[in-house]
């Protein structure tokens, strides 16, 4: 998914000069020398031919599992044989992604009923509602599911708030709202961060805890605002086949029903049941708020194809000089939508060129790069990933099933996608600034003359919606970055105007294609943005974590507890120091 920032204000250059003694303080307490790393020349030529050649017709949308994957495979594979990488997976450059493919099928057209005491209402799928399952089914048919407004759908101990409390669900359909409650608030304002959204604020989150609750069937309202994207992009992301990870129990833990619904939609269901969903809004949005059945029942029917395959994540790396057992990760999906909903001139291929065949360039980019400059002291992995449109699929195996310890793996530095539009910017966004890597972005940036900018649409949640979620669960450190939009030779607003048109007309669709006319120069700026970061984490001494406030410390902090506790003679004695233990 793409992550295309919304202006932030110019009034970060004051403080520009102030973050130098910061900046060399940090540096100094994580063992990043403090010196600029300059990468051999980049070339804007490769970008443009693996960026072109990828998001080709040809490739059908690189949808996972088809005749598309086949060749973004084998392209991929080739490019980082060529580029002199070593076989990232005991002597293969592929790991096997176990993936069930489902599809909702058009005919009969899929049905959501909602029953009540003055009548009923039918929700026009693809217009008013989205319906998927992850189940390995052939058909869902759940009649008489009793609708329960679970307000945000928040279980958050540490937070103190639980929207399930003292309500059963089990076996029924939850309602619920896309993002935190106190979205709406300004930043850094409510136990959830106000305008800032958290992992709770996420679909999938919210789809994960209604199935922990027990639910049959959940259903998320969304709106342009709160989620951060208009409903299109579900409508075309979530049409076709669908893929999850292939689980030996076929989903039985998961939903039946997973669902968006417009705003729209949703107010008229809820008037259904003689409710305001905006008085609804306001309850689910105070502490203390409890779930509400609403006295209707859904009934949900389509039928569904489902298939099991085998889709694969592409790893290459480069071994370090002094410590080739520990590792800098840098990754880029390389899959997108296959064939979608056809636009106006019959186009059905998600081609895909931005959203992400931009980021595999990429990352095929710095890995020359890396093979002409010299050695670095730890080892570079390299990872095309599978299935990051369809939930962070390839990701998430792989931070579940690393094929080298998470322990010994310093950062995730994630590309997704490149600048390839706007040109050189004064400026560059740090979407995950809850690490100890911002000083190292913020030092490698300085060197270029670029200001760091926070994320200028925290609401959004984009450090959520690529694959960095997958290891930042599993407690990674990662790299998030943002288009810069102050481009140099442009007028102010001239950059956001260009990505708003992005995203409000491409991303996603069919239109995003190649274009010879792209101005690579920002791309280029950006790629030795990435270089400097990873150089100075591969060269260093340092474990970064996250900071001690943040939902994702625990999980690395136990991840490297463990491993000095299982390794200690062989693992980094910065990481094991930290908990007591010796080191190399």
Known sequence: MSRYQHPFASSARPWKAGLAAMIAMSLAVLGVANAAEAPPALSAENLKHDTRVLSSDAFEGRGPLSAGEDKSVAYITAAMKKAGLKAGVHGSYLQPVPLLQTETLMNPAPRLQVVGASGSLDFAYG????????????????????????????????????????????????????????WRNPLGKGPFGGAAMTYYGRWMYKYEEAARQGAAAAIIVHSDA???????????????????????????????????????????????????????????????????PLGIAANFTFKVKSRHGV???????????????EYVLYTAHWDHLGHCPPDQSGDDICNGAVDNASGVAGLLELARA?????????????????????????SEYYATHPIYPLAKTVADIDMDPLSYMLGRTRDISLIADQTELAAVVRHVAAAQGRVVTPDSSPEAGMRYRSDTLSFSRA???????????????????????????????HYHQPSDTYDPHWDWSGAVQDLTLYFGIGAQLANGTSWPNWYANDEFRAARDAVLSAGCTEGAESHASAACKQFGHSGR
């Open 311 to 325: 889709s694969r994540n592409v790893l290459g790396f480069l071994p370090g000089e002094r410590h080739p057992d």
């Open 127 to 182: 217009q008013d509602i989205t319906l998927n399952t992850r189940r390995d089914t052939s058909e869902i048919s759940l009649k008489g599911s009793e609708v329960i407004f679970v307000g945000y759908g928040v279980d958050a101990p540490e937070r103190h708030w639980n929207d399930y409390d003292g309500t059963d669900v089990r076996g029924k359909t939850v309602l619920i709202l896309v993002n935190d409650p106190d």
């Open 370 to 394: 890396f093979r002409h400059a010299k050695a670095t002291s730890r080892s570079i992995l390299f990872m095309a990933t599978t299935g990051e449109e369809y939930g962070l699929l390839g």
């Open 226 to 292: 709160s989620a951060g994207y208009p409903f299109s992009v579900l409508t075309s992301s979530l049409s076709g086949a669908r893929d999850s990870l292939d689980r030996a129990d076929g989903g039985a833990g998961l939903l039946a029903v997973e669902a968006w619904m417009t705003h729209s939609a949703a107010e008229r269901l809820v008037g259904l049941a003689g409710q305001n969903l905006l008085e609804l809004e306001k309850a689910a949005a105070r502490p203390g708020f409890k779930a509400r």
């Open 475 to 505: 407690g990674l450190p990662v790299v998030v970055l943002g288009n810069g939009i102050d481009v140099i030779g442009k007028p102010p607003g001239w950059g956001e105007a260009k990505l708003a048109d992005y995203l409000d007309h």
